[in-house]
């Protein structure tokens, strides 16, 4: 397998859940709002035998009205086109905000139209029963009406090769993907499991559903997974993209 991160920045996070740039080169987090948190944003391209699989979809910004997350494909060698699966560990906007994109009629479509999305039904509903700035709607609106989307209900397994695990913690119906091949296993936990520090203590965090949950998930995974020689994905974190 191949594994590529489609990094997108660093931005800090607070209680606004406003993602606001950042460079270390010319900014010091204290004179950011106190709590504010440090954090990249990076979906993750893995290439196997079968597909090319996009694992959650980053903010959704645009440059000269070209996706950002198209123009981080196109750097790594890969034709937005030639997307075939994408997996979405929850729908929160850091992470969903480029499942879709304006058409020339101002409309949102799916950003991926060759690609299948794969969604928890659960988690779809719940971004619209729950007033809440993590999720922008309008742009999830798609989900509900496209034909390349899944919606899933629980666990199960894809193309016979990607295991997904409905797991909560860090929102109610988040899931986490384990895509095995040829002898290779890769981990996406999304925002259960966000950076590699994270994994190697007992943390929990404020900010999740279920911190508790979330922290018991994370160490059960890296137990197993550690020794067994896992690829783990961290979607935010600065330093270990992968680990």
Known sequence: MTILSLSEGSFTIDGTKQFVPF?????????RPKGSLLVEIQPFVVVTGEDVLLLDTGL????DGVPQLHLNLMDAGINPGEVTKVL????????????????????????FPNATYYVQQKELDYAFEKDSASYITEELECLKLSPNVVLLDGDGVIGGYIQYQLVGGHCPYHQVFRIVD???TVFFGGDNAPQLQQMKSRFAAKYDYDGKKAMELRQQWWQEGH?????????????????
């Open 60 to 63: 959704g910004f645009e440059k």
């Open 88 to 111: 979405m560990s929850h729908l929160h906007k850091d992470h969903a905000g480029g499942v879709s994109r304006f058409d020339s009629n101002g409309k949102h479509v799916i950003s």
């Open 227 to 243: 020794p067994a020689g896992w690829k783990f994905l961290f979607y935010h974190d600065i330093k270990t993209p992968i680990g």
């Open 182 to 184: 040829g002898g290779e």
């Open 23 to 31: 460079d270390e080169r010319s900014h010091e987090l204290q004179d």
